[in-house]
Nanobody, 127 residues
Framework: QLQLVESGGGLVQPGGSLRLSCVAS????????IGWFRQAPGEEREWIGC????????YYTDSVKGRFTMSRDNGKNTVYLQMNRLKPEDTASYYC????????????????????WGQGTQVTVSS
């Protein structure tokens, strides 16, 4: 019953925007570290970014830095991934994850750090 439920994926034109939502149920998200990952068909799961619950800082992989922004609304127990200027190579299934322990910059790209995972939501960028 402890889970993250994702939504907001879909089909979008190159250059467009989407906002993914990740809602926690069964636990309070306030003090969790947050990670975002994506996986394209035939590819390994790729780390996108994370928000540390140790220092509150956000970190992004180079391919999305400046285009994607992570945020949270503690009142709604929800975290968001705002994606702007989308490219065809952004096409993938996107996953949110939450870590109840200390999530550090040095380890937040490791999927094994996380305790809870969303079910994934498909993002397709195509004209």
């Amino acid at each position: 019953q402890l889970q993250l439920v994702e939504s907001g994926g879909g089909l979008v034109q190159p250059g467009g925007s989407l906002r993914l939502s990740c809602v926690a149920s069964g636990f309070t998200l306030d003090y969790f570290g947050i990670g975002w990952f994506r996986q394209a068909p035939g590819e390994e799961r790729e780390w996108i970014g994370c928000v540390s619950n140790s220092n509150g800082r956000s970190y992004y992989t180079d391919s999305v830095k400046g285009r994607f922004t992570m945020s949270r609304d503690n009142g709604k127990n929800t975290v968001y991934l705002q994606m702007n200027r989308l490219k065809p190579e952004d096409t993938a299934s996107y996953y949110c994850a939450a870590d109840k322990g200390p999530l550090l910059q040095a380890t937040c790209a490791d999927p094994d750090e996380y305790d809870y995972w969303g079910q994934g939501t498909q993002v397709t960028v195509s004209s």
